[in-house]
């Protein structure tokens, strides 16, 4: 079977094995592990079958975790012209640099700027890494999951495994919810993203105490996002909040507004002139795109949370977005005109007439051919009398242009 295979059935296998014997695994147990592998190795460079079972576990669970894609070099990595390059004792130096790209993203922290890695990232890392793996031991390869089933693996990883009440990004609720949505869409390319989810929404906390814990979450995913090619972050909010379109342009708004009053680069975006051609939602020094999903649509609209009781927002920043190869220059057009038609081809009318701002498409009226929804009136500062009676609020209409 072709090696790149065996890495996504692979993948999928470790997080199946992980959900069902509870031994899911989050950055710090990860790096518990990874020591322990580099000590094994100064004593017997895994020569045992119980090493290289959590080698390949952890391997595969952090490829899965990180939503790691094979490279192309696992086609041709156990060719002769290629196997020196996997040499037996360079082992060490991939864990070692897997430990040092984990620490760095283990230890993220809010701060005006998304920090910066000059290491190596997961998504190399763990495909070299199942190299070695095909390379020098190809019999494992047939035998993943007995192995990780042993008695002392499973003790190990066990030992090791997160608070299944934790959040973590790839296992949270939200974002197992939101992929199964992903995968109903008829965006072209929805499918192909790399996606995490947020904490889930907590009844006993406020709106804007979900909103702080939302943020944290979008700041680590943002750090990560850059590094690893991520497209996008889900959060999800109970269905009162998009009953009715109206409904998720206030909730849309106080959302945005919270974010903002904690923006650690400190933007004033939302002094500006949003549902305007230009304007951009900027949060830690990034711009970026928003779009929503609420039960107040019917099945047959594009907007529609494909049967979960639940209101999302799905944030997608430039950096990555702007980079996918759809969206560059003169292809932008062409692949926004390619996701209407997939839409409408499917009975899910679609229309960006008159939506020409960026922020103008973060909410669909329930018509297509309506004007714009403008969420941004019911931003605190548009609804404070004494603002509006020196500054001119943007209407419903006027932003339609």
């Avoid at 909103?211 to 959060?235: I, S, W, Y």
């Avoid at 400190?266 to 928003?290: I, Q, R, V, Y």
Wanted: with cysteine; hydrophobic share 40%; proline share 7%.
């Amino acid at each position: 079977m072709n090696l790149m295979k065996i890495f996504v059935l692979g993948r999928r296998a470790a997080d199946a094995f992980a959900r069902s014997k509870g031994t899911e695994l989050d950055d710090v147990g990860t790096l518990s592990l990874l020591d322990h592998l580099l000590a094994r190795w100064a004593s017997n460079r895994l020569a045992d079958a119980a090493d290289q079972a959590l080698l390949s576990y952890i391997t595969l669970l952090t490829a899965h975790r990180y939503y790691v894609q094979p490279e192309k070099f696992l086609k041709t990595c156990r060719s002769a012209e290629h196997r020196e390059e996997y040499p037996l004792q360079r082992l060490p130096q991939w864990l070692a640099a897997l430990r040092n790209t984990l620490n760095f993203y283990a230890g993220i922290e809010t701060a005006p700027r998304l920090p910066e890695t000059e290491d190596a990232s997961i998504q190399l890392l763990t495909n070299e890494l199942f190299a070695w793996i095909a390379v020098n031991h190809p019999e494992h390869l047939g035998t993943l999951e007995s192995t990780w089933d042993e008695p002392t693996v499973l003790a190990l990883l066990r030992s090791r495994a997160r608070n299944p009440l934790a959040y973590e990004p790839v296992f949270s609720p939200t974002h197992l919810e939101f992929i199964t949505a992903i995968e109903k869409t008829h965006c072209i390319f929805a499918p192909s993203g790399k996606y995490w989810g947020a904490d889930d929404w907590r009844g006993d906390e406020t709106f804007e105490q979900n909103a702080a814990r939302f943020a944290q979450g979008l700041f680590r995913f943002m750090t990560v996002a850059r590094k690893e090619k991520f497209k996008g972050f889900a959060f999800r909010m109970p269905a009162a909040f998009s009953s009715s379109v109206d409904e998720l342009a206030r909730t849309t708004a106080r959302l945005l507004a919270a974010l903002n009053s904690i923006d650690p680069a400190h933007s004033n975006c939302l002094e500006g002139e949003p549902g305007t051609p230009g304007w951009k939602f900027d949060w830690a020094g990034e711009s970026m795109f928003l779009t929503t999903f609420g039960t107040c649509y019917p099945p047959d609209h594009p907007r529609y949370p494909h049967g979960f009781d639940q209101t999302y927002f799905f944030f997608q920043p430039d950096f990555v977005l702007r980079h996918h190869p759809g969206l560059i220059g003169e292809m932008e057009a062409i692949s926004r005109e390619r996701i209407l038609s997939s839409f409408n081809k499917h009975g899910m009318d679609y229309d960006n007439e008159n939506k020409i701002a960026e922020s103008a498409r973060y909410i669909r009226p329930m018509n297509p051919k309506d004007p714009p929804v403008a969420w941004w009136r019911y931003l605190p500062r548009a609804r404070d009398g004494a603002a509006s009676a020196n500054r001119k609020i943007p209407s419903h209409s006027a932003c339609t242009a």
